[in-house]
Each structure stands twice: as C-alpha cells, then as structure tokens.
C-alpha cells in the first residue's frame, strides 16, 4: 500500500510517535523458542552397518515463508508504505523514494527521526494448508530488530528484545485460515534509554558516545548491534525490522531445530571423531524410536544408531569414530592446505512421522590456544595451533559491512573476504560491537580457509545482569554457538571487546569504592553466563572472556587482570597516533596483536558519491562529520608530516585528492611497519618479550563512506594498505630493519618446510583481465593507479618504481573495456603532490 508520499529529498520528521511516554521497567511476555531447555540427552546404541536409508518427504513438516512485501507504518499513521522483509524501515523508506540515500552527506543525523519513532510492520496471509492436519504450528523469526510485540489475529503472541536471538511462537490454537500478523517496535532509542531510567541502583557506563560521534545514548541497555547507535568509524543508525526469515512451520510428531557437527581428534586412538548433535521439538505424548544412518561416502564410512526421542524439547547427540584406514585430509588455513571438507548424508528413519535427510559437509580439525611457559621469558604463550601446527595468525578486524543489515548480500561478502584471502590473510575477528555475521559469511570462511576468531557482541561498555538482561543474553548465546559451532572456521569464542580492559584501566572513571559491584556484573555475566554455556555447548574451540586479555593470567587474578595489555601474556590492543609511526621501538612487542590501526581517508571516487562539490576539502563542514575520532583529521597530518611535505595546491579539488592520497600512503606505510615488526618478532625473545604469533590489524572494512582505519572502502575497492597487506603478509617475507647503527634482515616464512628460492617476477595474459604497461623516467615512490568507480583491483599498488617499465594487471569485478578504463585512469605518485 503506497503511503503519503514525499517529494525525494524532502522528507520532514513526522508527528511524535503514538506510543511514546514512560513504559512499566520491564517487558513482561513469554520468550518463546530460543531458551528452551536440553530436556534429554539420550545414549544411543551402535546397532549395524545399513544399506543407505530411503528418502520421503511424505508427512514432513510444512514451511510457508513470511518474506517478501508487508505493510510498514509509523507510529501516528502519518508515514504508511510497503517494506520488504527481510529488511529494515530505512531502506523501505529509501526504496519507495520517501528519503535520500541515507549515507549521503549529512543525512545520518537528518534522519534521526526514523529511529525515535515506533514502526509497525504487518500483512495477512492465508493458511496454505488443512490446519486440523498438523499437532504444532510456530511462527518462526530468524532475527527481529529488536524490540517488539508480536500478535496474531490481534492476540499477543510474546515479545522481543534480543536482535540476535531466534523466536519461534506457538501458534497452533490461534491461526486460522486467514491471517493477520503484526510487529509492533518500539524506537530501540527509547528502550535503551526506558532500561536505563529503570536501572536505579547504579549507572552502567557510558552513558553516551562522545559528541564527535553523534550517536544515541545507552546502547549497553539493549540487546542489538552496538555500533548502530555510532562508532568512532560509524553512523548512529538504530534500526527497526524484521532483519532475518521470519516462516510458518507446521509439523507432526518431531521437528528438527539445530543440527550440527564439530570434530576431534582422539589422541589415544589416533582417530578422527565426529560429534553430531540434534536438536528436536517432540510434540507426541510418546517417545519416539527410530534410526540414524550417517554416511560420508568418500571415507567409506556409514554407521547407523538406534535413537529414542523423548517428548518435548532436548537433543541427541552421536559420536562417529573414522576409520583409521580412511585417509582424512584436514581443513587447512588459507596459506597452510587446502580446505577440504567430505559431503555426508544424516538419515533419520523414525516410526512414527517422517523421515529427515540432512546434507552436510564434514570438516576435520583440530585447534588449541596454547599459553604455556616460554624459556627465558616470564609469562606464558598466546597462540593458536591448527592440527597441531603453529600458525602465526595474519589478518584484520571484520565489522558489519552495512548500517542496513539487509543490503549486505552474498556478493558483498565474498568480495570482501575473498579480498582477505587474496591479501594472504588467514584470519579474522568478528569484532563484538556489530552481528554475528550470517551463515553465508561463515560457508565463506570455511570454503577460503579464513579463520575466525568471534566475539560475543559486548564492546566498549559495561553492562546489566538483571534476571531478563541475563535470560536474554543465555538465550541468545546458545543460539548462536549452536548455529555456528559447525564452522571450522571458527576458532575461538571470545567474551567481549575491550571490558576487561574497560574495567582495568579504569575508563569510565568509577570510584575505586564501587568497583566490586562492576567486577562481579563483569564475572557473572562473562564467565557464569556465557563462558558456562559456550563449554557446554561447544567442547571443540577455545573460550576467553575478552579481547585484550592475560588469558590464564587473567583467569588467576579473578578473570580481571590488573594489566590487560601486558606483552607477557594474551593479545595485545595498541594505539598510539602521535610518534612517527615508521619507528618500529615504539610498538609493544606482544604475544598477540589482535588490533592495531591508523586512519586514511577513502578515495576520491568513493566519497564523491555521498557528497557535493562544496565538500571537497580537507576542512570542509562534511569532512568533520564524518570523522567521527576525536581529532583523527588532524592525526593523519601531523602523521603524513613525520615524512611527506603536506599539499599546498591552489586548487582545492587537487589539494583535497592529494591529501587523500598521502594519508592512504601514510596508513599503508604505518601498518606495513608495524605488521612486519610483528612478524619479525615471531621467532625472538628480547628483553624477555617476543614470540609473537598473530597481527591483526583494525580494520579490513568499512560501513560507510568516511575515514576509517580499514583497508577496504566500501563497496570493497582496495585502499593502498591493502595492496601493502598482499606484500607485508605474504608467506615468505624479507624485512630489513635498523637498529642503532646496523640494518638487520630477517627472513620470515610461514611455510612448512624450509626452501631455496630463486625469484622471478613473470605476468602472463588472460582474456578477463587488463594490462597496464607503465613507463617513468625517474624513480617514483608510492605510485598509485587509481580507475574512479570501475570496480575492480590491480595486482599491485603504491608501490617504489625503480625500473623503467612496470607491468600491473588489473582484475574487474564487473564487465569494462579499456576505453572506459583509460578514460578513468588516474596516475599519482609522491612526486605529482604539490
Ligand atoms: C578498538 C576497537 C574499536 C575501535 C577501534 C579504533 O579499540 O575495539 O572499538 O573502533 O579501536 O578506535
């Protein structure tokens, strides 16, 4: 239904929402699905090899899907339009033309207004099946964002209040042929704000982000992507939607909800073991007895259990020993081998109801973080062997790729994190102030052999431990780990982001007086809750409680260290923006790097699409907004005049693009000398510091058009750092350093085996990509091949041409030709800055 439209561009704040005013301190409501109990966990028998299993589908359950176009309303009936679900209000508003693109110029805080008001998304549809047929039927929400009631037919069915949670409701008793479903939301900015007012005994910190952010206050108090009310790289975009599937299932007997494998290697017997755990709904009074045949034909292997489903919620679980006589390849990081994953057939053959077919892949690896005593170093080691191997983690930080969950599709991440593995990472952490990435992310990783390590989502802040707070949070953390324990990709469960740090350091200046009450809030909620739950789900990865941490030292002094970025122990944060970035003595020289960063602005071509020619400058009004790092524009001078000469063009266009480019050279030269300092300290004890086994650098992406310390734009064009990362974390690496007087070279090599290498430069020609042939006369530093909006990236930039000729090949994401890509072409290099 098309609403009261507005001109494009000429969207106004609508009349105040409707259900605004001061609410009860608690949503009272069922929570449905998501919390459920493990009601039974049955032992089952092996009884005998079986031939393999038929299949039917007949009886099985009935999934009608709720996706597609719903009604979307704002809270005093003033704004009605259609809204696709999956989705969110602002990109509705933005697809029927009722509001600008919202990342253009100054919009994030001219749209403000979307968010502080209350949506409702609603549609009927008709039952597509014989009701009396079926005992259950649920309305299922993969993902609501995030606070919302939920009614059917104009029954309350519960609520919710967890964007990161899975909500199935019964609905067997009231859907009738012809439905009327309804999500009503309320501005998760009034909610935050509600629990917080509501929170009376103490303050939880921060109360708001700093000004230069302009983001919205208490985002601790809900359950939602952090980084949705601002960042210090991020717009204040607080959404509202049905962000994920939201379906009908109907079904007899038995439902499977979660079905997952995780491996191990079983040391005594030198076998590979396969746990497969399956989660049920049992909706008969009676167990339920039956079969499961687990087949994975390329190992020769099929085994087949007798299994009892005992009414009501619970699990099995089912152990697969592999042959010893079957040779199983492992998953390998990228870099390491390759990442081969067997295809398996789960077949459940039950006598009552029907049979399941389950197509999986099965992966097999092994992953422990070892933090043991180091010779001739106090402290232990921090560092993560894959099948029992060291592997030195290279890689970045991942944050969500878009404000609006919903534009993010498949094409975005494999972009981005093939980009990664292209830039010889092998790894990433999901940073735990944005989403736990969808399952496409993750099939991603697994298939490039990217690992993961994956926050839970707390960052930044301190947090409540209220019984709902706290049931919520239990809620949301089973779910999760049940959803992505299958991953080998993933492997590390983390707490949180920066907490521990948070509380250590003192950051939000709490009497010393009160700190026990923190301490307690910190320890009840990472390690009695989800540390608790993480174990018991998911016995085949390592936990910490956050990120940086001592580890076991942290452990040893009551989970909070007195030191959290001490370089004896865990990972290591570590920022410093005034020194000369280029000398290396001023970076800690740490177990873990597992964030790290400078800023640079995105090119030209990107920032050109959010904004108008009266931006263009370095002081301009827009560029101040988007900066939102206290002082950040003025970092990356004062960092650019350590070494470069700053732009002085009279032309303002030209000044602005050079600056641009200096602080992409500086960035990528800051990062590259740091990286490889890490690097380099792999294998060294100095000073009883050393043995650095991870670099992750902040950050791979970014989530709009704006300075940021990320090496993707985004869109995915590749900034100068990223071109650097391809060299400074390629598996073999020369670093040349000096040290008071001598220059060292080391050599630093990821590979398995040592080698003699001859090198030799050679580019051989493919129909599907371009050849640049580039010719100088004299020796160009950083030179920088730059093609405007044609998607694409070149096998080198910014890099020192000491040789006549250069040969760079270009790669197109989408079709061009060299007309177009001559007619876009910008050469710069240190020498054209004026
Ligand atoms: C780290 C991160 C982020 C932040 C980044 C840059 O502390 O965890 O919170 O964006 O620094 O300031």
Same mark, same amino acid.
């Given at each position: 239904m098309a609403g009261r439209r507005r001109r494009r561009g000429a969207a106004a704040p609508p009349e105040p929402p409707a259900r605004s005013g001061r609410r009860p301190c608690r949503l009272s409501g069922r929570r449905a699905g998501a919390a459920m109990g493990r009601a039974a966990l049955l032992l089952l028998l092996l009884v005998a090899t079986a031939g393999r299993a038929g299949v039917s589908a007949a009886g099985g359950p009935e999934v009608h899907s709720l996706r597609g176009s719903w009604r979307l309303g704002n809270g005093?009936?003033?704004?009605?339009?259609?809204?696709?679900?999956?989705?969110?209000?602002?990109?509705?508003?933005?697809?029927?033309?009722?509001?600008?693109?919202?990342?253009?110029?100054f919009n994030d805080v001219m749209y403000r207004w979307i968010s502080l008001d209350n949506w409702t998304y609603s549609r009927t549809f008709k039952t597509p099946f014989d009701i009396r047929k079926w005992q259950k039927v649920n309305l299922v929400f993969e993902g609501v964002d995030t606070v919302a009631q939920i009614l059917i037919n104009n029954i309350t069915l519960g609520r919710t209040d967890n964007m990161f949670n899975r909500y199935s409701f019964d609905i067997t008793s009231?859907?009738?042929?012809?439905?009327?479903?309804?999500?009503?939301?309320?501005?998760?900015?009034?909610?935050?704000?509600?629990?917080?007012?509501?929170?009376?005994?103490?303050?939880?910190?921060?109360?708001?982000?700093?000004?230069?952010?302009?983001?919205?206050?208490?985002?601790?108090?809900?359950r939602k992507e952090q980084c949705s009310f601002s960042w210090d790289w991020g717009p204040s975009f607080p959404t509202q939607g049905i962000w994920k599937d939201v379906r009908i299932e109907a079904y007899n007997h038995y439902h499977l909800i979660y079905f997952s494998l995780t491996s191990f290697f079983v040391k005594s017997a030198q076998q590979w073991s396969l746990e497969i755990e399956s989660i049920f709904d049992v909706v008969s009074s009676k167990p339920i007895a039956g079969l499961v045949t687990v087949n994975i034909p390329k190992l020769q292997m099929q085994q087949t259990f007798s299994v009892k489903l005992q009414p009501g919620e619970g699990s099995i679980v089912l152990l697969v020993n592999i042959n010893k006589s079957s040779a199983v390849e492992a998953w390998w990081p990228n870099g390491h081998g390759k990442q081969t994953g067997y295809n398996m057939t789960t077949t459940?053959?039950?006598?009552?109801?029907?049979?399941?077919?389950?197509?999986?892949?099965?992966?097999?690896?092994?992953?422990?973080?070892?933090?043991?005593?180091?010779?001739?170093?106090?402290?232990?080691?921090?560092?993560?062997?894959?099948?029992?191997?060291?592997?030195?983690?290279?890689?970045?930080?991942?944050?969500?790729?878009?404000?609006?969950?919903?534009?993010?599709?498949?094409?975005?991440?494999?972009?981005?994190?093939?980009?990664?593995?292209?830039?010889?990472?092998?790894?990433?952490?999901?940073?735990?102030?944005?989403?736990?990435?969808?399952?496409e992310f993750y099939n991603i990783c697994d298939e490039i052999g990217i690992m993961i390590w994956q926050d839970f989502m707390f960052a930044c802040a301190l947090y409540p431990t209220d019984q709902n707070y706290l049931e919520s949070v239990r809620a949301e953390v089973s779910h999760q780990v049940r959803r992505l324990k299958s991953h080998p990709s993933i492997i590390l469960w983390s707490g949180n982001n920066e907490n521990e740090a948070a509380i250590a350091s003192n950051w939000f200046s709490i009497p010393y007086a009160d700190r026990e009450v923190y301490i307690k809030d910190y320890v009840l909620l990472y390690v009695k809750n989800i540390r608790e739950i993480v174990l018991t789900e998911d016995k085949?990865?390592?936990?910490?409680? *956050?990120?940086? @941490?001592?580890?076991?030292? +942290?452990?040893? %002094?009551? =989970?909070?260290?007195?030191?959290?970025?001490?370089? &004896?122990?865990g990972d290591t944060h570590f920022y410093d923006y005034s020194n000369d970035c280029w000398n290396w003595t001023v970076y800690p020289k740490t177990r873990f790097a597992?964030?790290?960063?400078?800023?640079?602005?995105? *090119?030209?071509? @990107?920032?050109?699409?959010? +904004?108008?020619? %009266?931006? =263009?400058?370095?002081?301009?009004?827009?560029?101040? &907004?988007?900066?939102?790092?206290?002082?950040?524009?003025?970092?990356?001078?004062?960092?650019?005049?350590?070494?470069?000469?700053?732009?002085?063009?009279?032309?303002?266009?030209?000044?602005?693009?050079?600056?641009?480019?200096? @602080?992409?050279?500086?960035?990528?030269?800051?990062?590259?000398?740091?990286?490889?300092?890490?690097r380099f300290s792999q294998s060294e004890i100095i000073k009883g510091e050393g043995h650095t086994m991870g670099a992750l650098y902040w950050q791979l992406n970014d989530i709009w058009q704006a300075p940021s310390w990320a090496s993707l734009e985004y869109g995915g064009k590749w900034k100068?750092?990223?071109?650097?990362?391809?060299?400074?974390?390629?598996?073999?690496?020369?670093?040349?350093?000096?040290?008071?007087?001598?220059?060292?070279?080391?050599g630093v090599s990821d590979l398995h085996a040592d080698r003699k290498l001859t090198l030799r430069a050679s580019v051989s020609q493919r129909d599907d990509v371009y050849i640049f042939v580039l010719q100088t006369t004299a020796i160009a530093p950083f030179v920088s091949l730059d093609v405007g909006r044609i998607k694409g990236r070149f096998s080198d930039n910014g890099f020192l041409m000491t040789e006549k000729k250069k040969v760079v090949v270009f790669y197109p994401w989408e079709p061009t030709s060299v007309e177009e890509l001559e007619e876009s072409l910008t050469l710069t290099s240190l020498v054209d800055v004026v």
């Open positions: 005093n009936g003033s704004v009605v339009l259609r809204g696709e679900v999956p989705g969110c209000v602002h990109t509705a508003l933005h697809r029927r033309g009722l509001i600008q693109d919202p990342y253009y110029r009231v859907i009738k042929e012809v439905n009327f479903v309804e999500v009503r939301f309320l501005s998760a900015v009034s909610y935050a704000a509600e629990q917080s007012r509501c929170h009376k005994a103490y303050s939880i910190p921060p109360a708001c982000p700093p000004p230069v952010q302009k983001g919205e206050c208490h985002a601790n108090f809900i459940f053959i039950m006598e009552a109801g029907y049979q399941i077919e389950k197509f999986s892949k099965a992966y097999f690896r092994t992953v422990e973080l070892v933090q043991e005593p180091i010779p001739g170093s106090p402290g232990l080691s921090f560092y993560f062997k894959i099948n029992g191997r060291p592997i030195f983690l290279k890689g970045s930080n991942w944050i969500p790729a878009d404000s609006f969950q919903d534009r993010v599709t498949y094409d975005t991440l494999w972009l981005l994190l093939k980009s990664a593995a292209d830039a010889n990472m092998n790894a990433l952490r999901v940073w735990g102030g944005g989403v736990y990435e969808q399952d085949s990865r390592p936990f910490i409680a *956050s990120s940086p @941490t001592n580890g076991l030292e +942290s452990v040893k %002094e009551g =989970w909070l260290s007195q030191n959290p970025y001490d370089t &004896h122990y597992s964030e790290y960063g400078f800023q640079s602005w995105p *090119s030209f071509s @990107t920032i050109k699409k959010v +904004s108008s020619t %009266e931006d =263009w400058s370095y002081t301009s009004n827009f560029s101040l &907004h988007r900066q939102h790092h206290e002082n950040g524009n003025d970092q990356m001078l004062q960092q650019i005049g350590h070494h470069f000469k700053l732009p002085q063009s009279t032309d303002p266009i030209k000044k602005f693009k050079d600056t641009i480019y200096l @602080t992409q050279v500086m960035q990528a030269q800051c990062i590259k000398t740091e990286t490889e300092f890490y100068l750092l990223h071109y650097f990362a391809q060299n400074f974390f390629a598996p073999l690496l020369p670093v040349a350093y000096e040290d008071k007087g001598v220059l060292y070279i080391y």
